[in-house]
């Protein structure tokens, strides 16, 4: 019993392992060479592995989509209208490293030093400074040649394990609560099948940071840019006065470009940046392929200004040379929405201080699937699950960490079963 109206019950250790190891094992990595969504099979295979667990603890909203979404409704157990609260886990791994044959080892009582992974590699405390807090936990390990999937099945199963405690444990209270499993965050697409409508909850929160105890309320803003350049070909021997080099001119452009600074590798923190990630063309067309990030969304447009300048300079110089900017929105900072909905963040800060345990708000130099929902207009932050050394080959996940998550959330549902949101 915690507090006199909120409490945790006992998580089931070996059966939130049992979990995640079955749902690791099953390759989920998204492709991103096909417009098919979802963009690999396995993803559609673990979604309906979890359908039927949903369905058997007894959800009967549940199905799988169309596009391999699983969708599943928890009914109230409180009088009056509780605020819906939506948790979201995606199901899909990363493609940047291998994920066939993951054999996952669980190392119990972790001693503190190198950690040792199947295959014979260590990973090093100097290589992952976050080893040391875990000494004496349970930790959950790639064989060292594949990814673990951490990200984001500890996401996953921690929304199944918690929604089995809330079954089993009627005597803790919530209001509606909406699960949804996504399909291909890893490759941008993770919100492009989701109906808002359909969802119909008042707030969400993805499930899928690192470690533990970090609330992550700010995401970077961010654009797109396509600079066009276009130039005039002939043939070389007769070019004089007449050929517009196309390729020249975007290496013009490149050069304005800032030298000392505003570049992800010249960058941390709140810095924003100008990322150019990709150049190509010919002597009659060029194009220039570039990020623009920032967590102050103004300075967005202080950027794609700086570059429209940059791109009416270069045309200057190259006499007939058309120069075009186009500008494709993104996502946005999370904390833009949520100004609108505070409790957003003021309760999963509040659920840590009600089980005493240490917590930070986090901003993170990217995007997630929230800052794309809470634009739409659903509050998203995100939440710690465990994970550690995503996306490579020395994945592991935290077992003790994933339990935290659940009685956090355990809390945080209760909080919110009490709480009012303004129509
Ligand atoms: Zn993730």
Same mark, same amino acid.
């Given at each position: 019993m915690i507090g006199a109206s909120t409490q945790v019950v006992p998580i089931n250790r070996d059966r939130l392992l049992e979990r995640f190891i079955k749902y690791v094992k099953i390759d989920t990595a998204a492709d991103p060479t096909t417009d098919r969504y979802p963009s690999s099979q396995g993803q559609l295979e673990l979604g309906k592995i979890l359908l039927e667990e949903l369905v058997e603890l007894g959800l009967d909203e549940a199905y799988q989509d169309d596009y391999g979404l699983v969708w599943a409704s928890l009914?109230?157990?409180?009088?009056?209208?509780?605020p819906t609260l939506a948790l979201v886990a995606h199901l899909d791994t990363s493609p940047e490293a291998p994920s066939n044959n993951i054999s996952p080892h669980v190392v119990?009582?972790?001693?503190?030093?190198?950690?040792?992974?199947?295959? +014979?590699? @260590?990973l090093t405390i100097e290589q992952?400074?976050? #080893?040391? =807090?875990?000494? +004496?936990? @349970?930790?959950?390990?790639?064989?060292?040649?594949? #990814?673990? =999937?951490?990200?984001?099945?500890?996401?996953?199963?921690?929304i199944m394990e918690l929604v089995a405690s809330l079954i089993e444990n009627p005597n803790l209270k919530h209001g509606p609560i909406k699960i949804l499993m996504t399909c291909d965050e890893e490759i941008g697409r993770g919100t492009d099948k989701i109906d808002l409508q359909q969802l119909n909850a008042d707030v969400a929160y993805t499930i899928d940071g690192g470690g533990a105890g970090v609330?992550?309320?700010?995401?970077?803003?961010?654009?797109?840019v396509t600079v066009h350049f276009k130039g005039r070909n002939i043939h070389p021997a007769i070019a004089k006065g007449r050929m517009i080099n196309a390729i020249r001119a975007a290496a013009d452009f490149l050069a304005g470009l800032p030298s000392n600074g505003c570049s992800p590798e010249s960058t941390e923190g709140r810095e924003g940046f100008i990322h150019v990630y990709g150049i190509s063309?010919?002597?009659?067309?060029?194009?220039?392929?570039?990020l623009l990030r920032s967590f102050d969304t103004n300075q967005l447009e202080e950027y794609a200004e700086y570059l429209t300048d940059l791109g009416v300079k270069v045309r200057e110089k190259f006499p007939g040379l058309e120069v075009s900017l186009e500008v494709t929105k993104q996502y946005r900072n999370l904390r833009d929405s949520l100004v609108n909905l505070p409790a957003a963040?003021?309760?999963?800060c509040q659920a840590f201080e009600v089980l005493g345990r240490p917590y930070e708000q986090a901003i993170i130099r990217g995007g997630t699937d929230g800052s794309q929902l809470s634009e739409k207009g659903l509050p998203t932050p995100n939440l710690s699950s465990g994970q550690y050394q995503?996306?490579?080959?020395?994945?592991?996940?935290?077992?003790?960490e994933m339990i935290e998550s659940i009685e956090h959330l355990q809390i945080l549902v209760q909080l919110w079963s009490m709480e009012k949101i303004e129509a």
């Open positions: 009914p109230s157990n409180v009088e009056g209208d509780a119990e009582s972790y001693d503190g030093k190198d950690l040792c992974f199947a295959n +014979g590699e @260590t992952c400074p976050e #080893l040391q =807090g875990l000494q +004496g936990k @349970t930790l959950v390990c790639s064989g060292g040649d594949t #990814l673990l =999937g951490g990200d984001d099945k500890a996401g996953v199963a921690i609330v992550d309320t700010e995401t970077f803003s961010a654009d797109a063309g010919g002597v009659g067309d060029a194009a220039i392929e570039i963040v003021d309760l999963p995503i996306h490579s080959v020395k994945e592991f996940a935290c077992l003790d």
